[in-house]
């Protein structure tokens, strides 16, 4: 585990590269980077070349009632020592956000996934269709109002 | 030139081949791959939305089930995640203990691997040498958990019990007899001409693609690139342990066999070492009986399996039971480069392709 001046360090220099345009906090594991969803690909893309976080571990999605997060794991390899955690949020009533796809291929099959369970629609997502559910099952199981039995 | 019209073969969902409930519908212009359209979700049964209905004690044997074929690794990963987001310290032989367990389920993960490999590509017998060694594994994990592929062995804190005293002696022989072992599958497997046909230059995966379609573990290595989390982001003691990331070159189905049967050795060498390095001591911390998550906490920790990066990633809402989990499971994410690697060959190298990239399909549909 990085040490707190490690930490410090990493903390600046994501600060002096993002220049106050994202919220930006800390817990000993994470830098969470807080963006709205439109400027959510200028920040990914931003991430990708200017700090390097060639690699998109993570992306899932938390039901929080009147709006969805959407949380994205990154790292670099090889390892640089940084560990970010992007998030944003969107309202249920308009759950979409751009896609990845682009910047991150990976984010493929599990924006689907995301969609598949949780319901979140992908603009710009090459093949936005359920993965793991059935293509005829109705609604998503993750969301916290799904009906469930047993 | 003859015109030909493309049609379309079904492999699985119910084909040995396949490791269990995976389709994938092969494009096919004659006899070239034109692509490989994967479906999956027949092994899905909503482990994160059960997560949710249990405490955090009662999820384990659910992780345990999601990689069946190294039951210790994604146990080992939640109750590590739970740990994080509580706070909860281990004692320091348990946390030898845990990755003694741990590189055993990789030993055992990898054998099934090499013997599945040999039987997708016609050689029955590569299959039994490995299932034969594997058993050895099994024992040892009978003998901790009394449960051979489904142990529920790690607790929040620690472990349910210590190692009984017949755990030792069958470890150091299976230790001792490892290189022996390794000469048998490389004789019979790795140098069999019949495989190396079938793998040499088959499915090969640029270290490009594998970067950005997010590949994990010996299938990443395997194309080239050293990245290791036990040695990136080291957790629980791994950073004691003296061992090397093999590597291949190519990033073929050859190397995707040869990368994993270096890390049989490897894991070896971390065993060895622990046991040399393993203190006495409790193999339980001290955890409250009523484990809570705070509101509004989260963590997210990974682990190295078997099969590649995987992950937890946990939200806590007061309760005894977590608020969300979401697994990353490498299975899930490397799958999604079968099309890629698959497209202009035939149609057994989907056979070779699916087998090296080892997905088990628990983990891949949760």
């Known amino acids: 585990m990085a040490n707190n001046t490690d930490r410090d360090k990493a903390l600046n220099n994501v600060r002096a590269i993002l220049e106050d ?19 959510l690909l200028s920040l990914m893309q931003t991430l990708k070349e200017q700090l390097g976080m060639n690699y998109l571990s993570n992306l899932t999605a938390v039901d929080h009632g009147e709006e969805f997060e959407i949380i994205y794991h990154l790292y670099a390899i090889p390892d640089n020592g940084l560990k970010l955690a992007v998030k944003t949020r969107v309202l249920r009533g308009k759950a979409e956000l751009p896609t990845l796809v682009p910047i991150y291929p990976t984010a493929d099959w599990q924006e689907r996934e995301v969609y598949d369970l949780m319901g979140i629609r992908f603009s710009g997502h090459p093949n936005l269709v359920r993965v793991l559910l059935p293509d005829d099952f109705e609604g998503h199981p993750l969301r916290k109002d799904f009906k469930r039995e047993g | 030139m003859l015109k030909t019209d493309l049609y379309t073969i079904n492999i699985g969902p119910q084909h040995p081949s396949t490791h269990g409930g995976l389709h994938v519908e092969a494009v096919m212009d004659g006899e070239i791959v034109r692509d490989a359209i994967v479906h999956l979700g027949y092994v899905h049964r909503s482990v994160e939305k059960i997560a949710e209905i249990k405490t955090y004690t009662q999820f384990i044997p659910y992780a345990s089930r999601l990689d069946y074929l190294a039951t210790h690794l994604p146990t080992l990963g939640y109750v590590q995640a739970v740990e994080k987001l509580m706070d909860v310290e281990v004692p320091e032989r348990a946390q030898y203990i845990r990755i003694i367990m741990a590189e055993l389920s990789r030993i055992a993960s990898h054998l099934v691997f090499v013997g599945s490999l040999a039987i997708d590509l016609g050689a029955t017998t590569g299959l039994i040498y490995c299932f034969r060694d594997r058993e050895r594994i099994l024992d040892m994990f009978e003998m901790t958990s009394g449960q051979r592929l489904l142990a529920s062995y790690m607790r929040v804190g620690g472990l349910s019990s210590d190692l009984p005293e017949e755990f030792f002696p069958a470890v150091q022989s299976f230790i001792k007899d490892m290189p022996g072992m390794i000469d048998e599958y490389n004789g019979l497997i790795t140098g069999n001409e019949i495989l190396q046909a079938r793998c040499k230059g088959i499915g090969v995966l640029n270290p490009d693609v594998a970067l950005a379609y997010g590949v994990t573990g010996p299938n990443l290595r395997a194309s080239g690139i050293a990245y290791d989390v036990r040695k990136a982001d080291p957790y629980g003691v791994y950073e004691r342990f003296d061992f ?69 990633y946990l939200v806590g809402d007061g309760t005894e039971k977590p608020y969300r989990v979401h697994v990353r499971a490498p299975s899930f994410v490397n799958l999604m480069v079968l099309p890629i690697i698959s497209r202009g060959g035939k149609l057994q190298d989907i056979i070779a392709n699916i087998a090296t990239l080892d997905p088990v399909l628990g983990e891949s549909d949760r």
């Open chain 1, 21 to 39: 345009k994202y919220e930006i906090a800390n817990d000993p594991f994470f830098i969470y980077i807080t963006a709205n969803p439109d400027s």
């Open chain 2, 244 to 312: 090397e990331i093999p590597v291949g070159e190519h990033g073929d189905c050859m190397d995707r066999l040869v990368v994993r049967i270096k890390e049989i050795e490897q894991s070896g060498n971390i065993i060895r070492q622990a046991l040399e390095q393993m203190p006495e001591g409790e193999v339980r911390g001290k955890v409250s009986k009523v484990l809570k998550g705070e509101k509004g906490k989260e963590v997210y920790h990974r682990i190295e399996s078997s099969k590649g990066e995987l992950g937890f």
